[in-house]
Structure formats: structure tokens, C-alpha cells
């Protein structure tokens, strides 16, 4: 069990380091394969032990080693992040379907994240894959009816549909779409407990961020981190979360 789990944490951070390449590649529109890994700034060729992930950040101190260049702290916040997550997803489902099934899930829906974060756009190729993929790996793993994702698919993205219409820029379409294709992987109702805990993230750190005068209330707040939150917050808690609701009827 143990070993599996330091297993699971190392892939993560392999993973994860693949995972920057996308994020910095993909709205480029660059192959993420070729060229092999280079530095952003000097454009040096990177060699196997500058591309450790999380080791080689903090062995360099953030810099590059050949230009001294910074290097964004993105790099070993996904990495961690990837790692961690990979890490507690196979201590919550163990070896099997429902594991690769989040583990996808997961990996896609950081990309998202981060590349929202940083262009304020969700790349349409990644909605579709997690489209397809969600189809794909539904189709296996025969956890959930045609009804129950047609209204976990409609319901969250007809009323972010609705919002983004009515602030007329506040959300965007990506979003919307994001919040649609949720509805393969979690169905009715999680897609739209999701939704809600998105929200909820969403306003708490709008708030702080207001409060401390680190953002203006006109700024745009890329939605896509806080939807993603609530998937994956669903993903651990949302049987127990609806239980508990239901239960207090
Ligand atoms: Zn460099």
C-alpha cells in the first residue's frame, strides 16, 4: 500500500512536469513533443537533470542554470499539485477503472486551470478531449445512466450559459463548455454541486482579493481554477455532501 502511494506521487510529479509543457505549449498553438524541453528565456536545450520535476526548481533556487533567468513558480506548483493529487486519488479509489477514470480527469482540468490563469481562454481542443474522453471512459466504467449525464451536461451549462448571457462578459463561453463537458465525467446531481462549490470558492476569493485591494472589482477572475476546484472537491466529497443534504430534509 505504502509503495504504491509514493508510487502514485512520484507519477504525479512526472506527469505534472509534461503537464507545463501543455500549459505553456498548447495556447502557443506548439507541438508538445518537439522541440524537446528549453529554457522560455535563454532558449538553452534542457538535459535530463535540469527537467527533475520539483527537484531541479528547488536544487537551482527558481533560476535557470545557464541564464539565470527566473523561472515561473508554476512549474513546481503543478508539478506538487499533479503529484499530490495522483497521490490521494489512488488512496481514495485503489487500482482500478474509477481511478484512471479521475486520474485523466484530473490531469485535464489543471491544463485548463493553468492556462486560464494565465490567457484568460479554455483551448476548445481540451474541451473536446475531455468530451470524448468522458464518453470513452463512461462507456467502461458503466457508472452513469444516459439521463443522469444528459442533465448533469445541460443543467450547469444552460445556467452558466444564462449568467454569462445576463454579464454580458463576466463569464466566458469556455466556461460554460467547461462546466457542460463536467457532466460526462461527475452526471446529475454532482455536476451541479460542482457548479455551486465553484461559486462558492469563487466569491470567498473574489472577496479577499477585493479586500486586500489586489483586484480591482472591473478585473477579470479567470473562472476555470474555481470550476475546476469544485469537480475535483466533488470528485472526494460530493456522495457525502448530498447524503448530508438530503438527509436534512
Ligand atoms: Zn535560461
Same mark, same amino acid.
Request: hydrophobic residues 55%.
Given at each position: ?115 486560464? *490563469?494565465?490567457?484568460?481562454?479554455? !483551448? ?7 468530451? /470524448?474522453?468522458? =464518453? $470513452?471512459?463512461? %462507456? &467502461? ?72 485591494? *489586489?483586484?480591482?472589482?472591473?478585473? !477579470? ?7 475546476? /476546484?469544485?469537480? =475535483? $472537491?466533488?470528485? %472526494? &466529497? ?12
Amino acid at each position: 500500500m505504502f509503495n504504491y502511494v509514493f508510487l502514485f506521487f512520484i507519477l504525479g510529479l512526472v506527469i505534472g512536469s509534461f503537464l507545463n509543457v501543455c500549459i505553456f505549449r498548447l495556447p502557443r498553438r506548439e507541438s508538445v513533443v518537439f522541440p524537446p524541453s528549453h529554457c522560455p528565456l535563454c532558449q538553452t536545450k534542457l538535459i535530463p537533470r535540469d527537467l527533475l520535476p520539483l527537484f531541479s526548481y528547488l536544487w537551482l533556487k527558481g533560476r535557470c542554470r545557464y541564464c539565470q533567468g527566473r523561472i515561473s513558480w508554476r512549474y513546481p506548483a503543478v508539478e506538487l499539485l499533479t503529484g499530490l493529487l495522483f497521490m490521494v486519488l489512488y488512496v481514495h479509489f485503489g487500482l482500478n477503472l474509477w481511478l484512471v477514470k479521475y486520474l485523466i480527469l484530473t490531469v485535464l482540468l489543471i491544463v485548463i486551470s493553468f492556462i486560464d *490563469l494565465e490567457h484568460y481562454l479554455i !483551448p476548445d481542443q481540451l474541451i473536446l478531449l475531455m468530451l /470524448g474522453t468522458g =464518453i $470513452l471512459l463512461n %462507456f &467502461f466504467t458503466r457508472e452513469l445512466p444516459i439521463i443522469s449525464i444528459l442533465w448533469g451536461v445541460l443543467v450547469p451549462a444552460g445556467l452558466l450559459f444564462l449568467l454569462a448571457t445576463l454579464s454580458k462578459g463576466g463569464m466566458g463561453g469556455g466556461d460554460v463548455k467547461l462546466a457542460g463537458a463536467a457532466g460526462f465525467f461527475l452526471g446529475w446531481p454532482q455536476s451541479l454541486l460542482a457548479l455551486f462549490l465553484a461559486s462558492f470558492l469563487g466569491s470567498i476569493f473574489g472577496l479577499i482579493l477585493l479586500t486586500f485591494h *489586489l483586484k480591482k472589482r472591473k478585473d !477579470p477572475l479567470p473562472f476555470a481554477p474555481f470550476l475546476s /476546484g469544485g469537480i =475535483i $472537491l466533488t470528485v %472526494f &466529497f460530493g456522495q457525502a455532501l448530498l447524503k448530508w443534504y438530503f438527509s436534512q430534509w
